[in-house]
T-cell receptor, first 114, second 112 residues
Framework: ETGVTQTPRHLVMGMTNKKSLKCEQH?????MYWYKQSAKKPLELMFV???????ENNSVPSRFSPECPNSSHLFLHLHTLQPEDSALYLC?????????????FGPGTRLTVT | TQLLEQSPQFLSIQEGENLTVYCNSS?????LQWYRQEPGEGPVLLVT?????EVKKLKRLTFQFGDARKDSSLHITAAQPGDTGLYLC????????????FGDGTTLTVKP
């Protein structure tokens, strides 16, 4: 596989569920990102990781918990979500933070919270 | 605060027409990127512009970075249905490493 992959592609969960989103990049990049894309809103940067260390937490509620076990994998753990959290969650990677202006995105996970 | 404003928000044209979409800001960026996103997929990087006044061409797409590096335009010549998608611009300010600001996009529909 090449590029950035995300699983699952679609997820429906209740407000009391716990689920995780997975992202894997096969580009040899050192920086990874989580974004939220809602209808009629610009992409919202959620978290940034560089060499497995979190370098940015963009005021994201604690019900979203990221994990980066190595430079190729990124997870977003979801817990006690709200209906307004329904959105497309995009993972991206870049060579490094200094090259962070050129990001490669995965196809996203379409999340619906019921 | 929306730092990058894109216009128009929606554009529907016939195949073969030309179009221009704009990305404007009051801020100066080190570089600016254009992405295209198709339904059900993530954004795909089209181009990066770095130098004020720079023009880059990608087949029928022409990208220009404003002289002051605050704005950019994307011109498509002879649009085709395959050009349909959401066009996003993103501004990057060094040394805010890793933090790009995205515009809210222009949704383009090209009808056959």
């Amino acid at each position: 596989e090449t590029g950035v992959t995300q699983t699952p592609r679609h997820l429906v969960m209740g407000m009391t569920n716990k689920k995780s989103l997975k992202c894997e990049q096969h580009l040899g990049h050192n920086a990874m990102y989580w974004y939220k894309q809602s209808a009629k809103k610009p992409l919202e940067l959620m978290f940034v990781y560089s060499l497995e260390e979190r370098v940015e937490n963009n005021s994201v509620p604690s019900r979203f918990s990221p994990e980066c076990p190595n430079s190729s994998h990124l997870f977003l753990h979801l817990h006690t979500l709200q209906p307004e959290d329904s959105a497309l969650y995009l993972c991206a990677s870049s060579q490094d933070l200094q090259g962070g202006y050129e990001q490669y995105f995965g196809p996203g996970t379409r999340l619906t919270v019921t | 605060t929306q730092l990058l404003e894109q216009s128009p928000q929606f554009l529907s044209i016939q195949e073969g027409e030309n179009l221009t979409v704009y990305c404007n800001s009051s801020s100066v960026f080190s570089s600016l990127q254009w992405y295209r996103q198709e339904p059900g997929e993530g954004p795909v990087l089209l181009v990066t512009v770095v130098t004020g006044g720079e023009v880059k061409k990608l087949k029928r797409l022409t990208f220009q970075f404003g002289d002051a590096r605050k704005d950019s335009s994307l011109h498509i010549t002879a649009a085709q249905p395959g050009d349909t998608g959401l066009y996003l611009c993103a501004g990057f300010k060094a040394p805010n490493a890793g933090k790009s600001t995205f515009g809210d996009g222009t949704t383009l529909t090209v009808k056959p």
